[in-house]
């Protein structure tokens, strides 16, 4: 037999064949946009590290909805920001007359998931309640008021709850509460993998969320994963499908793609992964420096999570993800 070589480039000769030999195809149907609805502000303001990410009050929030459905954006992540802080009797009405409003507006025409943690209503930061002496989360009292918070919001009309808070059980809590008030057709969206990163900056300035500084727990390492331990992200979302989770996630999402791969063999749920604020505001720091074009950046990034086995991707540039991916 005659000897050939070879040839890989072959397939990289062209657009048109390396269209087609992709194995990798986006569609922007799959992104997830989130919002911010602050209740103190009195104009929508621009996050100073995401661009083109916005605080907006509960009446700019609508505009800005309208033009993402134009983009063929139609599903989001909703995270408050309530003005007032507690302790222990928290009051939601704010998030929930949120989703009222947005919901009379939008209808189905918008699928609406809201963020349930409890970070942007404590005094001291922490996405549960805390002991009197402020250095230990009290799981079940924390899980209660997330599954009556989350029975709240479902009323109100979102079409999902998306637990962030980490608490052991909470899926299960809030399953049941859902189920037993005629809310069976509420899904939830669990960050079933969620790592103690330190990607969340630009998000906890937005949302002010960061742990107080002057009580004894000091960071969220008591409740979010450990980045050294990759079998708590399987164990803890194969636990949280097992209570009823009808969509998992990994978060943050560049530095745990081996994570997701490892997820997706381990289940047939739908898989999100959402690209957090520090990540992003890194790339669009980069690209204010001229040293990436962002939009392509972002791509690069959606794809390799698709690659890994995404199903979903949570991106602060969802709203342009059609423009992007159409070019
Ligand atoms: C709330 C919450 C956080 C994020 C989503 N939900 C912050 C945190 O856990 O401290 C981070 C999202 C991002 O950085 O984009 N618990």
Request: glycine share 4%.
């Amino acid at each position: 037999m005659e000897n050939f070589q070879t040839s890989h480039r072959r397939r990289r000769a062209n657009p048109h064949i390396r269209e087609i030999a992709a194995d990798v195809h986006l569609s922007h149907k799959e992104f997830i946009q989130p919002i911010f609805v602050d209740e103190i502000l009195a104009d929508r303001v621009e996050n100073e590290f995401m661009t083109g990410v916005f605080s907006d009050t509960p009446t700019t929030v609508l505009r800005q909805i309208e033009n993402d459905l134009k983009n063929g954006v139609s599903k989001f992540l909703l995270f408050p920001v309530p003005e007032n802080r507690y302790e222990t009797d928290f009051k939601f009405d704010f998030a929930a007359k949120t989703i009222e409003n947005i919901k009379k507006q939008f209808g189905n025409d918008i699928w609406l998931a809201a963020d349930l943690c409890l970070c942007s209503y404590t005094t001291h930061g922490h996405c549960g309640i805390l002991n009197e002496k402020h250095d230990h989360i009290l799981n079940e009292k924390t899980c209660e008021v997330l599954a009556n918070y989350a029975l709240n919001l479902a009323k109100s009309g979102a079409d999902c709850i998306a637990p962030s808070d980490m608490m052991d059980g909470r899926i299960k809590a809030i399953r049941q509460i859902l189920d037993k008030n005629e809310a069976e057709n509420t899904a939830i969206m669990s960050y079933s993998a969620k790592f103690a990163s330190n990607f969340y900056g630009p998000f906890r300035d937005v949302c002010k969320s960061s742990p107080a500084k002057n009580i004894v727990l000091k960071d969220r390492k008591t409740y979010q994963m450990d980045f050294r331990n990759g079998g708590d992200a399987i164990l803890s979302s194969l636990r949280d499908a097992a209570e009823g989770a009808d969509i998992l996630m990994v978060k943050p999402a560049l530095p745990y793609l081996d994570i997701l791969t490892k997820l997706r063999q381990q289940t047939l749920l739908p898989i999100a992964i959402y690209h957090v604020s520090g990540e992003f505001a890194a790339i669009e720091l980069l690209a204010k420096n001229g040293l990436i074009d962002a939009d392509a950046g972002h791509l690069e990034i959606w794809t390799a999570c698709k690659r890994a086995g995404a199903s979903v991707i949570i991106s602060y540039k969802a709203r342009l993800a059609k423009q992007i991916l159409d070019f």
